[in-house]
């Protein structure tokens, strides 16, 4: 039988062309608690507890379990109150937030403009990863105890989808009482569930937060249980050890497909897009001619339909068709590598070699 479940707030490992995500058979209710305990398989151990230093996908799978977010996305991603119960742009570069005021942190400690103005800081050090993407922000303003003011650099389109994918509030006085490193290892929230034991490289066991003012958790027990191999997180899934996977390799999604018991997902691209970036510094690629070369040289159709067995589809710029940036005027670069020889040939650089450098365990395949 094929039967689905929802938990409060489950944010799966991101699944797009290159990964899927699979349940099995569990019912779905609305009953808090109704669920026992939920055993999610994901492919990396986290480097971190602390959503202000590290915003890998994997990593704000399990974020979103511990914080609440300023903002959340719907079903079909669109932008939704969470701990903001309303915004307004009040200029071109002037946004203002509404927070709830009857939210605290699993501490006890009250959440409120500090809260967003300190998480907004720390996103900001020179040691977060989010710095690249929270520099566009030039001052965090509170307004009064439950509204704050964030300001960017000049007009910026996509600042409401900036905060709900990555801004996590954490609280000021823990944060400052056990520093950088006792957060990571300890963190405290507003979310849905909080931490109950870390076994690095092995088990996140989250238990819920009897005080969550956003809704009501569907489970008693949330586990992450780090399983690298793809082949070792299908056969948990399909034995009932876990029941949920994440980062499928297509390749292998037919033995989900195949079995009566379980489902398999792809998300939307937005969550996870498969890019190539070019370093134009670099001498070889200084010439656009080169870097059109590249892109008319990759068979990117083929790709999908074959290495993903069509889970994807074909991007031809850097944000997906359900970002706010999505320009739906630029299409994708044809496979033409007729075109892309006679481009190198015009650059002199027909005997060109490059050194590719990609990460290993974020993406299937």
């Known amino acids: 039988m094929n039967r689905t479940f929802s938990l409060a707030r489950l944010t799966l490992a991101a699944a797009v062309a290159c990964g899927l995500a699979a349940a099995p058979a569990l019912a779905q209710s609305d009953e808090a608690g109704k669920l026992g305990s939920i ?14 230093q590290n915003i890998n996908t994997h990593q704000r799978s399990v974020y979103g379990h511990i914080f609440d977010p300023l903002l959340t996305r719907d079903k079909d991603g669109n932008v939704e109150p969470a701990l903001a119960t309303r915004w307004e742009r009040v200029d071109e570069t002037r946004w203002r937030f509404w927070l709830r005021d009857d939210v605290t942190f699993t501490n006890g400690e009250k959440f409120d403009a500090q809260s967003v103005k300190f998480t907004v800081e720390l996103m900001q050090g020179a040691s977060s990863q989010a710095r690249s993407y929270y520099n566009e922000f030039t001052a965090v303003e509170i307004v009064d105890d439950y509204t704050v003011d964030l300001v960017t650099k000049g007009p910026y ?7 709900a994918d990555y801004l996590n509030a954490v609280p000021p006085k823990y944060y400052q009482e056990v520093g950088a490193e006792g957060f990571a290892a300890n963190p405290v929230g507003t979310g849905p569930y909080m931490l109950d034991t870390w076994t690095r490289g ?19 027990e949330v586990v992450f249980w780090v399983v690298p191999e793809p082949s070792s997180r299908i056969s948990a899934l399909l034995n009932g050890e876990a029941d949920v996977i994440g980062q499928v390799p297509a390749i292998q999604a037919a033995q989900i497909e195949d079995s009566p018991d379980v489902r398999i997902e792809g998300a939307g691209v937005a969550l996870w897009p498969i890019w190539g970036g070019l370093i134009v510094d670099r001498p070889e690629l200084q010439d656009v001619r080169v870097r ?22 074909v991007m031809g710029q850097p944000c997906p068709p359900d970002t706010s940036c999505w ?39």
């Open 39 to 52: 055993t999610i398989a994901i492919e990396l151990d986290l480097d971190t507890l602390d959503p202000t």
């Open 157 to 163: 389109s996509a600042t409401l989808a900036l905060i």
């Open 202 to 220: 092995d088990r996140i066991t989250l238990k819920p937060n009897p005080d969550w003012a956003l809704g009501t958790q569907k489970a008693d």
């Open 292 to 313: 059109h070369a590249i892109n008319y040289a990759v068979n990117k159709q083929a790709i999908v339909d074959r290495l993903l067995r069509g889970y994807g589809r």
């Open 327 to 365: 320009n739906p005027d630029i299409e994708p670069y044809a496979y033409d590598p007729e075109k892309a020889k006679a481009l190198l040939e015009e650059a002199g650089a027909t005997g060109m070699s490059l050194e590719i450098n990609f990460p290993t365990g974020v993406v299937p395949q």
